[in-house]
């Protein structure tokens, strides 16, 4: 049975820095791509970030370029979300999940600069709120 859970989240005041955490069971971290996404109250969910494992490949929202790092640690199953100077507008509930898109056409859609689709990924785990106030 697959299971993603996240955590790492938190209440951080602006310009403070978190590391999300998304572990996962059931699946092998070397044969799918992991992805984060975000929900802010009264928002879509919006793709942050994405790491293909079989070629390094990584995806950032423009919102997030520059700030937000993503990294695996195959042999502890899990994906983290380093994120950096963060700011109000960061605030959401951020899930992590597992592309359903074979990773070598997510590698070309990276390069191609396609946006993150919800509806790609499966396996959802329950989310961890992150609130960014001062």
């Known amino acids: 049975q697959v299971q993603l859970v996240e955590s790492g989240g938190g209440l951080v005041q602006p310009g403070g820095s978190l590391r999300l955490s998304c572990t996962t069971s059931?699946?092998?971290?070397?044969?799918?791509?992991i992805g984060w996404f975000r929900q802010a109250p009264g928002k879509e969910r919006e793709g942050v970030s994405c790491?293909?494992?079989?070629?390094?490949?990584?995806y950032y929202a423009d919102s997030v370029k520059g700030r937000f790092t993503i990294s695996k640690d195959a042999g502890k199953n899990t994906v983290y979300l380093e994120m950096n100077s963060l700011t109000p507008e960061d605030t959401a509930v951020y899930f992590c999940a597992v592309d359903r898109i074979p990773q070598s056409l997510r590698a070309v859609r990276i390069r191609l600069g396609e946006v993150l689709s919800e509806s790609d990924f499966g396996h959802w785990g329950q989310g961890t709120q992150v609130t960014v106030s001062s």
């Open positions: 059931g699946i092998s971290l070397g044969d799918n791509a």
């Open positions: 790491i293909v494992s079989s070629d390094g490949s990584t």
